[in-house]
């Protein structure tokens, strides 16, 4: 095996510098662990971005990975194949929807939102040609296409891609006085959002925002449109986070009536448990209508290898109840993380919802510090990667056990107080 030091050099050498990983090489992971070709273990504290909610080769997604791999792989959307539509009736009951449009990767699927909330503007809400608009928050983060960049207010993910795409309006996150207004603005016919802003690290907005929100979309016919695909699939307590304020502690996942639920909902990353790239865009028939033969489509969306691996990946959720344990986990953490607060300066604020959470340091967000204290963390054993500078988001996979949670705080801790010493 190629030794960490070989493995970075050719990354650098060959592959484009569009990334700027911590200086770890991966090259094994089994739940909440990963090792490096070393051998040194960490516990995986990013899950990729929360893709690998249900743990690193989980046996059961692994082994539909295997049986359905040396069965048939891909046929393409020009014939039918014998599991695409008992995916679709799983994924449809499971979040309760009518219709699923499968595709690949995250932004693919926003594409799709974004193209189905346009044409129904057009054909049902009756927006005059080319005037559709949709409302989008500052701070989003919703993909890197051409489309999704035009409306993204990174410099770094949108200057110099321009020309861009016209047809969005930015808001304030959390903030419904500016929704009201600019819903009041002509041709609106979707208003995109993240439940909890998690690039823009961990913004959780008030109890109320995504009710209240869905309410004035309703009210003034637009299209209340929720990209999950980083806080869906159990990461935040429920199955989706736009379950909002619920509290109850074991049915909810059966109940999709019990969340504030969006017209058009997106998923991505988990769905698969981070086997394979499967994302969806659900919604009800008087909105999936719209799209006709020929008008939207992917070679691979809906290939029956990803259907049968995000079967799996949906089964695990349930099974192994992860909704109840990201909001226990969850809360002992915050806990964990206020006390730690208390007894180091360099801890300004934490965050977070489930077994999504954040700690923003007190240090300028042109510091290094909180990069320093991620390769801290790595040599410690904890892979965390810091999200604007001066916030480190901490995102176990949700299969944790409270005994690693608490092994992990203690990491956590020895590497904070060691360094603000
Ligand atoms: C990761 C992410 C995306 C993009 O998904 P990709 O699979 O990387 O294209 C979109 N929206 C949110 C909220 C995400 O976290």
Redesign the pocket.
């Known amino acids: 095996m190629i030794s960490s030091k070989e493995a970075i050099s050719l990354e650098n050498r060959y592959g484009a510098h569009n990334y700027h990983p911590l200086p770890v090489v991966l090259a094994k992971g089994e739940g909440v662990y990963v090792w490096d070709p070393e051998g040194n273990r960490y516990y995986d504290f990013l899950s990729a971005?929360s893709a690998v909610n249900q743990g690193h080769c989980h046996p059961k997604i692994i082994s539909a990975l295997k049986d359905q791999g040396e069965t048939l792989t891909l046929t393409s959307r020009a014939f039918y194949n014998n599991v695409l539509g008992e995916y679709q009736r799983y994924v449809c009951e499971m979040f309760g929807f009518e219709k699923v449009l499968p595709m690949n990767?995250?932004?693919e699927a926003?594409e799709t939102a974004i193209k189905i909330t346009r044409k129904w503007g057009y054909e049902i809400k009756g927006i005059p040609q080319g005037e559709a608009k949709i409302i989008v928050c500052n701070n989003n983060?919703?993909?890197?296409t051409t489309t999704i960049i035009s409306f993204s207010d990174d410099s770094g993910a949108h200057d110099n891609f321009g020309p861009y795409t016209p047809g969005f309006v930015k808001i304030e996150y959390n903030n419904l006085q500016q929704l009201q207004s600019a819903l009041k603005g002509p041709n609106v016919a979707g208003f995109l959002v993240?439940p909890i802003q998690?690039?823009a690290g961990v913004m959780v907005p008030d109890d109320n925002f995504l009710k209240e929100a869905a309410a004035l979309c309703k009210e003034n016919n637009v299209l209340f449109i929720c990209?999950e695909?980083?806080t869906g699939i159990a990461r935040t307590g429920s199955l989706l986070a736009s379950c909002g304020n619920c509290t109850c502690t074991s049915a909810c996942e059966r109940q999709p009536d019990h969340y504030t639920k969006p017209d058009i909902l997106i998923l991505?990353?988990a769905l698969s448990g981070g086997v394979y790239?499967v994302?969806a865009v659900l919604t009800d028939d008087r909105i999936m209508d719209v799209i006709m033969p020929g008008q939207h489509g992917s070679t691979f969306g809906g290939n029956p290898l990803a259907c049968k691996i995000a079967m799996a990946a949906l089964d695990v959720v349930y099974e192994e109840k992860l909704a109840q344990n990201a909001r226990k986990l969850g809360k002992i953490f915050r806990a964990e993380m206020e006390k730690l607060k208390s007894e180091c300066s360099l801890l300004k604020t934490v965050r977070g919802k489930g077994l999504l959470n954040a700690i923003e340091i007190n240090d300028s967000p042109e510091s290094s510090t909180a990069w320093d204290i991620c390769v801290s963390l790595k040599e410690n054993g904890l892979l965390a990667k810091p999200t604007h500078g001066n916030i480190i988001r901490f995102a176990p996979p949700l299969v944790m056990t409270e005994e690693q949670l608490l092994e992990c705080v203690a990491i956590i801790r020895k590497t904070f107080l060691s360094y603000a010493a």
Do not use: N
């Open positions: 971005y990767s995250g932004a926003v983060f919703h993909g890197r993240e998690g690039e990209d695909i980083q991505g990353k790239p994302s």
